[in-house]
């Protein structure tokens, strides 16, 4: 869409309701397979960055957690922060990784054997 001149807006005004209820393998997976995406499609992005909203989002949680006297999911919330650092870093260095590492490490094993698209040695 945006090749074709499309563009993203922003919407104040706008709510979204979003929730997953992964395991961390699961949330390593997938941030796996982000990773990947931002490493492939890098010249759409435009120089796009997420560290700094990913901090964002995990001072919030952590923030969140401690005023609503749930303290005791924070190892669980920065546990998982680690999980998706060091997935989306290894996604975004799969060129690197051997193949067979890289089909266990994606949610998206098929793509990798089907299209033979690793890349990876």
Request: with cysteine; charged share 25%.
């Amino acid at each position: 869409l945006l090749q074709a001149g499309h563009a993203v807006a922003y919407e104040a005004e706008a709510q979204v309701w979003h929730s997953h209820d992964y395991a961390l393998g699961e949330v390593f997976r997938r941030y796996f397979d982000a990773g990947v995406f931002f490493a492939t499609w890098a010249n759409l992005l435009h120089g796009a960055h997420t560290r700094r909203e990913g901090l964002a989002m995990l001072r919030r949680q952590i923030g969140w957690l401690w005023r609503e006297r749930q303290g005791r999911w924070i190892p669980r919330a920065l546990a998982e922060a680690f999980t998706k650092v060091a997935a989306f870093q290894l996604g975004k260095h799969h060129r690197l990784l051997p193949a067979r590492l890289v089909r266990r490490c994606t949610s998206l094993p098929a793509y990798w054997s089907e299209t033979k698209r690793s890349g990876a040695r």
